[in-house]
């Protein structure tokens, strides 16, 4: 089970890195908007326009996902209490022939009961788990706000437009 909500992890860290790429271009280069704007330049009339560029990545939230917690729940169908000494007389013929070393876990145990994850439950159904994984919104990483940072200061007027240019 802990394998799998690493794997999660994994998944959920692979998505955001693959989400990231989308924008940038096949060259690596910063996805962008261009947007019009009445010009702010020195000396420009009420007609002229600014043309301004700006990168898409600074302008979206940057939120990433790590799972919080997981909650498993399953029914399985109880099985007898053991209490320590009970199974002595059958530790070398332990299946899986580990001899001595269960004698000695089945001494070391206190009292335990066998579990049936497989057993059928009522109505013939079979027993069910369920996984429960919540996840959280966490603060974007050093380098994610640099980078943001660092795209968010190359945006800008490019070019101003005249009327009759």
């Known amino acids: 089970m802990a394998g799998a909500v690493v794997e999660a992890q994994a ?3 692979q998505a955001q890195v693959a989400h990231l790429g989308e924008y940038f271009d096949d060259d690596n280069r ?6 019009r704007m009445p010009s702010m330049q020195p000396g420009a009339t009420e ?16 939120t990433s996902l790590r799972i919080r917690d997981v909650e498993i ?3 399985a169908e109880l099985g007898a209490f053991f209490e320590p000494g009970d199974d ?6 332990s299946p899986g022939g580990f001899g001595d ?6 001494r070391l145990r206190r009292r335990s009961v066998a579990l049936d994850t497989h057993a059928r439950r009522g109505e013939g159904g079979a027993g069910k788990v369920q996984v429960k994984l919540r996840v959280e919104g966490t603060e974007p990483t050093d380098g994610l706000a640099r980078l943001t940072n660092q795209l968010a200061m190359t945006q800008g007027v490019f070019q101003t437009f005249r009327p009759g240019d």
């Open 30 to 35: 910063p996805k962008s908007v261009v947007i």
């Open 101 to 106: 070393r269960w004698a000695f876990l089945s």
């Open 47 to 62: 007609n002229d326009e600014d043309l301004y560029r700006v990168p898409l990545l600074p302008l979206v939230p940057s």
């Open 73 to 75: 729940e399953f029914d």
């Open 88 to 93: 002595d007389a059958d530790a070398g013929a």
């Open 11 to 13: 998944r959920i860290e």
